[in-house]
């Protein structure tokens, strides 16, 4: 079956498209669209943003889709950047410039009062409006400094609880066995094939 990603960031369709080896499952993505207009993100939570763009890609495409909407929750800053993550900066603000102003935000905050969590819902809805969602949730904290090179976002100033280094120091299938959005992914991979979406038909 066909199934669009939600998406353009062909970084997150790389990492998508490693989660969901399925033989089953071609996976296509915006780029594939390219009169798809953009889904308005206004939703105050991550599951509202995700469960729209889902739905309003299936609607264009008339393909089932998979949208995702995640980020970067930091308990020093009062959940910020939250569903705003992909835009803490400004509206056109690069992976850079968000990730230097969480830094200067905490500024000289102490490493134990530095945590914060990577949090995924994967939403997957059908042409007909059906919607599913999925989630993913990985603890950790903020590092002082950014560190390693792969990975995007904020990646190289998390560091997943329990570890040593950033998801940017780690392969890409360390880390998509830690991350938000690989567990959200494995959930949707797991239970996919509910009767509501109507799977069978497409």
Known sequence: ?????????????????????????????????????????????????????????????????????????????????????????????????????????????????????FQCVISFASPGGEVESFFGCVEGRINQTPQGNNGFGYDPVFVPQGGEVTFAEMTAQQKDALSHRGRALAAFAAGYSKPALHISSS
């Open 1 to 117: 079956m066909k199934i669009v990603l939600a998406t353009r960031n062909q970084k997150k369709v790389e990492e998508i498209g490693r989660v969901l080896q399925d033989a089953s499952i071609e996976l296509l993505s915006l780029t594939d669209f390219p009169d798809c207009p953009e889904v308005v993100e206004d939703g105050e939570t991550f599951q509202a943003n995700a469960e729209k763009k889902a739905r309003e890609v299936a609607a264009f495409t008339g393909c089932h889709a998979l949208a995702d909407d995640s980020g970067l929750v930091v308990d020093s800053l009062q959940g910020a950047p939250g569903v705003y993550s992909a835009r803490y900066a400004g509206a056109d603000a690069t992976d850079q410039a968000n990730l230097e102003k969480v830094l200067a935000a905490l500024g000289k905050t102490p490493a134990s009062q530095r945590g914060a969590r």
